[in-house]
């Protein structure tokens, strides 16, 4: 039963510390050393990654609003996606640069304005880092794609409401991309 007054202290394990054991270009892997609650330490393992920037881009057409989203392989799932831009926040790098940086590099449009929706751990029991999760409006075609050298991707138009029916199917199929498509649904409905 939840008492308003009762703290959770009850709850909170102490790290007394950690240790890397593994490092790659994108994440590490530490071992926690945490003290329960019963006074019992236990090592947990976390994946420690940079935070990430989601944005949706909203572009006005003649047929109506579209999403600008972007087609390419992911190789954990071994199979194309279609997704909203984003990707790593830099070292330094607030969300929001990151994010108007990941949606000109990637689809070659530059935001007109854009807001903020949200903020999620991706999988807090293991995971470290935060994605962040932005809508850009009043887009603006800047021309050509700025890729990394590793990135091959494709800019596809998609109506609004394609994406909602099909999220959650091929080639929906990453889960944070329906956060994102939520947040952005949220938004919406806001008065």
């Given at each position: 039963?939840?008492?308003?007054?009762?703290?959770?202290?009850?709850?909170?394990?102490?790290?007394?510390?950690?240790?890397?054991?593994?490092?790659?270009?994108?994440?590490?892997?530490?071992?926690?050393?945490?003290?329960?609650?019963?006074?019992?330490?236990?090592?947990?393992?976390?994946?420690?990654?940079?935070?990430?920037?989601?944005?949706?881009?909203?572009?006005?057409?003649?047929?109506?609003?579209?999403?600008?989203?972007?087609?390419?392989?992911?190789?954990?799932?071994?199979?194309?996606?279609?997704?909203?831009?984003?990707?790593?926040c830099?070292?330094?790098?607030?969300?929001?640069?990151?994010?108007?940086?990941?949606?000109?590099?990637?689809t070659?449009?530059?935001?007109?304005?854009?807001?903020?929706?949200?903020?999620?751990?991706?999988?807090?029991?293991?995971?470290?880092?935060?994605?962040?999760?932005?809508?850009?409006?009043?887009?603006?075609?800047?021309?050509?794609?700025?890729?990394?050298?590793?990135?091959?991707?494709?800019?596809?138009l998609?109506?609004?409401?394609?994406?909602?029916?099909?999220?959650?199917?091929?080639?929906?199929?990453?889960?944070?991309?329906?956060?994102a498509l939520?947040?952005?649904?949220?938004?919406?409905?806001?008065?």
């Amino acid at each position: 039963m939840h008492n308003e007054f009762h703290t959770n202290e009850h709850l909170i394990w102490k790290e007394e510390g950690r240790r890397e054991v593994f490092k790659c270009p994108i994440f590490s892997i530490q071992e926690h050393s945490c003290r329960s609650p019963d006074n019992e330490v236990k090592v947990f393992t976390v994946l420690d990654a940079p935070d990430w920037a989601i944005v949706v881009p909203v572009l006005e057409t003649e047929a109506g609003k579209q999403f600008v989203m972007v087609r390419q392989w992911r190789h954990g799932s071994q199979e194309l996606s279609l997704e909203f831009p984003g990707g790593v926040c830099e070292i330094g790098e607030d969300p929001e640069t990151a994010a108007v940086r990941e949606l000109r590099e990637e689809t070659a449009y530059a935001e007109g304005s854009i807001t903020k929706l949200g903020a999620f751990s991706p999988n807090p029991a293991i995971m470290s880092n935060q994605v962040h999760f932005f809508a850009a409006e009043d887009l603006k075609s800047l021309g050509n794609q700025n890729l990394d050298d590793d990135e091959y991707v494709d800019v596809v138009l998609v109506p609004i409401h394609e994406v909602f029916q099909g999220m959650g199917k091929p080639p929906y199929i990453h889960a944070l991309m329906g956060t994102a498509l939520a947040l952005y649904g949220l938004r919406q409905q806001q008065p």
